[in-house]
């Protein structure tokens, strides 16, 4: 029998050098997120649907990978980490000191149409601050992603932001129930306002004159916000949090995140949000890399007690994709590669080798090779970046020495081996 071995639709697999490229991102985004006092999450792939079905918002809802167990359970597959992250909260995680700072790496999955940037499989890399609501829980996140993004030398990103609440407030006020709201928002998310006035249309209070107002403020320099939203006559509560957006991205500013783009139509897509929301864009790509923002009623949806929480993901992927686009994979390195190649069957001898390079910390790829395929080996280990070359034969092995060649600048020598890693370094 012929097995087909295309991978399943939107499925991919990944090979090297972009797996490899990704696991350098996720560790980078490890590195910083512990280094922030992050303590991580393995939440499981599978969930019962109804944590995901009541606020995961129309779009992931219908996206979903929805399926009942041998038991007859409705499960799924998670179509985010969020939800997981605060269900694992309530169980287990309620006596810890506030704020509970978790971070996870996962798969995630969503029956989308696939295209460039877009699977049904993906990876997030996320962290959630559950249980503050100050200023500084959500300027964390931001610092987090000053940090991280400094780490992969992505310099050209910009953080798109809103307050979820400013919106909301106003449908409050014109009677909308909390549902309409979140197709609402589904449909700002989606640019469909003519979608969203046909709704609100049904609403004798809503004012659509200042919902058009509302959505097309828009700016880049947080100092511009109070001036821009001035003459609107807003509720109290849309105010406000104008107000706590105006704080919180004057602080980013002054804190190195310049380039901010503060936008009062934008929406996202999953309904838990109630306040902040941000999504991080860069030039190259037309789909955001990353995104977050307030849930500050999650907690209690979920039974637990009122908990103010925020949080984001990146797309692991589209971290990827962002750095190839601007031609910055390469600095991504994953640290000096050495071909270690053998002529002659003394394993003890050439594992003695290895082992001293990879402890200096050289990533050493053994070969053992007649003399007829060395050129071809050599070749190889040109072409797959590997910057140098450590020939042992029955001479080099005698004297416990090692030919080394340097790929790149082409010096060749004769090195005693427990010199090694410093010629590594020198030559
Ligand atoms: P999200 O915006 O739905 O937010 O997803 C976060 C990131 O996951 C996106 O910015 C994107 O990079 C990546 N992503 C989403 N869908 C796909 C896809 N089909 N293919 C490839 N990458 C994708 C969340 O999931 C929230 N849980 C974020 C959050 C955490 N909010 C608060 N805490």
Redesign the pocket.
């Given at each position: 029998m012929k097995f087909k071995v295309e991978p399943v639709r939107g499925f991919r697999d990944i090979l090297p050098p972009e797996s490899e490229f990704l696991r350098i991102i996720v560790e980078k985004f490890v590195g910083v997120v512990k280094s922030y006092g992050y303590s991580e999450l393995i939440p499981p792939t599978v969930e019962l649907f109804e944590l995901f079905a009541a606020k995961s918002g129309p779009e992931?809802s219908r996206s979903m990978y929805v399926f009942r167990d041998k038991a007859g359970r409705e499960v799924c597959l998670r179509p985010?980490?969020?939800a997981s992250v605060v269900r694992i909260y309530i169980k287990s995680l309620l006596a810890e000191s506030k704020p509970v700072k978790l971070f996870y790496v996962g798969n995630?999955f969503?029956y989308?149409e696939p295209q460039l940037?877009?699977?049904?499989e993906?990876f997030?890399m996320?962290v959630?601050l559950i249980g503050d609501s100050s200023v500084y829980s959500d300027l964390e996140l931001f610092l987090i992603l000053r940090d991280y993004y400094k780490s992969l030398d992505l310099n050209n990103y910009s953080i798109k932001i809103s307050d979820v609440g400013i919106l909301r407030s106003l449908f409050t006020t014109w009677g909308v129930g909390e549902d309409v709201q979140d197709i609402l928002l589904h449909y700002m998310d989606k640019k469909l306002y003519d979608e969203a006035i046909k709704t609100l249309n049904n609403y004798g209070r809503a004012d659509i004159e200042l919902l058009n107002e509302i959505t097309k403020v828009r700016c880049e320099n947080p100092s511009e916000l109070p001036e821009l939203t001035k003459s609107l006559s807003l509720p109290d509560e849309a105010s406000r949090r104008i107000m706590r957006l105006y704080e919180v991205t004057s602080l980013m500013s002054s804190l190195g995140i310049n380039n901010i783009i503060i936008d009062l139509s934008f929406a996202?897509?999953?309904a838990y949000y109630t306040g902040l929301i941000f999504?991080?864009v860069v030039p190259n790509l037309n789909?955001?890399?990353?995104?977050?923002?307030r849930?500050d009623n999650l907690v209690e949806l979920y039974g637990g007690p009122p908990t103010p929480s925020?949080?984001?993901?990146?797309?692991v992927?589209?971290t990827y994709l962002a750095l190839k686009g601007l031609g910055l994979t390469d600095r991504l390195g994953s640290g000096d590669k050495v071909m270690l190649i053998s002529l002659i069957d003394n394993y003890a001898y050439v594992d003695r080798v290895a082992s001293t390079l990879r402890s200096a910390g050289y990533v050493t790829n053994v070969r053992f090779t007649s003399k007829g395929k060395l050129g071809d080996i050599v070749g190889l280990a040109s072409k797959k970046g590997y910057k140098h070359v450590v020939l042992i034969g029955e001479k080099e092995f005698k004297h416990s020495k090692a030919t080394v060649k340097n790929l790149i600048t082409k010096w060749q020598g004769e090195v005693d081996i427990l010199k090694l890693p410093q010629c590594l370094r020198d030559c």
């Open positions: 992931i985010e980490l969020t995630a969503r989308e940037g877009r699977y049904r993906f997030q996320g959630e996202r897509g999953l999504e991080v789909i955001s890399i990353g995104g977050g923002g849930y925020t949080g984001f993901a990146l797309g992927e589209r």
